[in-house]
T-cell receptor
Framework: DGGITQSPKYLFRKEGQNVTLSCEQN?????MYWYRQDPGQGLRLIYY???????QKGDIAEGYSVSREKKESFPLTVTSAQKNPTAFYLC?????????????FGEGSWLTVV | AQTVTQSQPEMSVQEAETVTLSCTYD???????LFWYKQPPSRQMILVIR??????QNATENRFSVNFQKAAKSFSLKISDSQLGDTAMYFC??????????FGKGTRLSVIA
């Protein structure tokens, strides 16, 4: 099946630890995105990538890092510098970043800091 | 910068009735697209409907339709014949140029039997 796969679905992290969320797509899309969702805040953009080996910061990039070494993969690392990482994280992709292209979402990952 | 505002954090509607969710936006671009996404309790984001700003005709998808008022920068979603499966968070979003989607904070809709 074509789509976007995020893993793990649930993740617990101790304070001070880095953690990486995986996102893989087989839609042959050039553009990929990471959004964070908190209650009452909607979806906020963390990072996005228009093409392999390129990515840009979104509105809330502090404490996060990404890489785009392969077209199909866009992992997100939540570092210990992220002060409040507990949230629901959504990965998405679209054929290009050009306006009007439909964005497809993965099923999301829950991260809880314990 | 684009902004999207949803002023109704929560709404409820009786099954089979009609409900309208509000959304206003702001953009300096001349051409842009507007979207409504649905997020049921499973948290999967589902595209409900999209509207191209240069098209005058309001978009319709089965029971879902929009009222696009370009001058007022308003983009409301009307759900007709509401069903229990329509219970979800609804997000309004816009994109323009080469920038990613910008979302509103969402409206939680409850359909009551």
């Amino acid at each position: 099946d074509g789509g976007i796969t995020q893993s793990p679905k649930y993740l617990f992290r101790k304070e001070g630890q880095n953690v990486t969320l995986s996102c893989e797509q087989n839609l042959n899309h050039d553009a990929m995105y990471w959004y964070r969702q908190d209650p009452g805040q909607g979806l906020r953009l963390i990072y996005y990538s228009q093409i392999v080996n390129d990515f840009q910061k979104g509105d809330i990039a502090e404490g996060y890092s990404v890489s785009r070494e392969k077209k199909e993969s866009f992992p997100l690392t939540v570092t210990s510098a992220q002060k409040n990482p507990t949230a629901f994280y959504l990965c998405a992709s679209s054929s290009t970043i050009n306006s009007g292209n439909t964005i497809y979402f993965g099923e999301g990952s829950w991260l809880t800091v314990v | 910068a684009q902004t999207v505002t949803q002023s109704q954090p929560e709404m409820s509607v009786q099954e089979a009735e009609t409900v309208t969710l509000s959304c206003t936006y702001d953009t300096s671009e001349s051409n842009y697209y507007l979207f409504w996404y649905k997020q049921p309790p499973s948290r999967q984001m589902i595209l409900v409907i999209r509207q191209e700003a240069y098209k005058q005709q309001n978009a319709t998808e089965n029971r879902f339709s929009v009222n696009f008022q370009k001058a007022a920068k308003s983009f409301s979603l009307k759900i007709s014949d509401s069903q229990l499966g329509d219970t979800a968070m609804y997000f309004c979003a816009s994109d323009s140029g080469n920038t990613p989607l910008v979302f509103g904070k969402g409206t939680r809709l409850s359909v009551i039997a």
